[in-house]
T-cell receptor, first 115, second 113 residues
């Protein structure tokens, strides 16, 4: 069975470069979430897409971060001019959407390292 | 402001023992409280979840206890096994879980053989 797929699994880049992280949600899931997990920390919400509604961007830490979701399916998280503090595991989750008790299913994340 | 506080940060139990992890929340609008289990290099996996209209939910060896008046909930792992060694996160959400999850900082559980 296909779960949430994220790519790449690991990304190493130099400070100042732009990076794109991809998330393929579970087929049929209308809600998609991005979280960030820093070393030794819990998961921090970044952004949430639900169907055709405007995304909830309240967790994005700066204007260097952006995300889009094309065709209601695949999502890309973009970090511009990366900084060392951006090093973290970026996790994507999806769910069936605006219904109660619909759990969020997580991918295995992209481990981003900024040199 | 940390909306969900989790303790302890780490926990070591012997095989067959009971593991207990506690969480406290502040926002009374939260109406969905899941627990996630995470193994190294993997994403979090939903373990069990509870709504505030019940005080306890049990699935196999895992039980959530919920105290709405105290704004606290806990995870109990009965007959803990070495395979349970992982990091556990409590979380909370509004909208029955359809909204963003607010996570605790996690508890690293080690179950010794």
């Amino acid at each position: 069975g296909a779960g949430v797929s994220q790519s790449p699994s690991n990304k190493v880049t130099e400070k100042g470069k732009d990076v794109e992280l991809r998330c393929d949600p579970i087929s049929g899931h209308t809600a998609l979430y991005w979280y960030r997990q820093s070393l030794g920390q819990g998961l921090e919400f970044l952004i949430y897409f639900q169907g055709n509604s405007a995304p909830d961007k309240s967790g994005l830490p700066s204007d260097r971060f952006s995300a889009e979701r094309t065709g209601g399916s695949v999502s890309t998280l973009t970090i511009q001019r990366t900084q060392q503090e951006d090093s973290a595991v970026y996790l994507c989750a999806s769910s069936l959407g605006q219904s109660s008790n619909q759990p969020q299913h997580f991918g295995d994340g992209t481990r981003l390292s900024i040199l | 402001q940390q909306q969900v506080k989790q303790s302890p940060q780490s926990l070591i139990v012997q095989k067959g023992g009971i593991s207990i992890i506690n969480c406290a929340y502040e926002n009374t609008a939260f109406d969905y409280f899941p627990w996630y289990q995470q193994f190294p290099g993997k994403g979090p996996a939903l373990l069990i979840a509870i709504r505030p209209d019940v005080s306890e939910k049990k699935e196999g060896r895992f039980t959530i206890s919920f105290n709405k008046s105290a704004k606290q909930f806990s995870l109990h792992i009965m007959d803990s096994q070495p395979g349970d060694s992982a990091t556990y996160f409590c979380a909370a959400s509004i909208g029955g879980g359809s909204e963003k999850l607010v996570f605790g900082k996690g508890t690293k559980l080690t179950v010794n053989p």
